[in-house]
């Protein structure tokens, strides 16, 4: 056991050891514990520790909105094509639609990009993992989003 410091309060939290250790002096009794020394492989990091990977979910976003983003853009832009046929009179499903897509192109840009730069901007400790990880995902939604509108858009 540590001494506390000032930081831990008057409880200290036991810090894991790494590597061989030797266990206390083994009890008199009919178990007799396995032979010194042990090995502890790995310990388990507290919500303070510094994250190993910090950058994997922000960074595999990135790469998903640098391939996704421009194509979500790409066919939300060709989808107003949908109502060539129709002119004037297209049915409101149609145009309801289209609202929609281009409602979320722009909307979900500029929420893609907020929480982009969220996911990257989150301190590097284990606490925030998770929320790096739904940042990120929230990032790379509107353009699969808008992929999904522009491939389901009702016929005219």
Known sequence: MTTPTPQDGPYSRPRPQHGPYLPPAPQDGPYSPPSPPYYVPYAIPGPDDHDPRPMSAPLVATLLLAVIGPAALFLGGLSVMATDSCGSRCPTALTTWLYLIYGTILFGGVLSLAA?????????????????????????????????????????
């Open 116 to 156: 982009l730069v969220t996911a990257w901007s989150l301190p590097r400790k284990v606490r925030y993992a998770k929320l790096r990880c739904w940042a990120s995902t929230v990032a790379v939604a509107p353009s699969v989003l808008v992929i999904v509108l522009v491939f389901t858009i009702p016929s005219p």
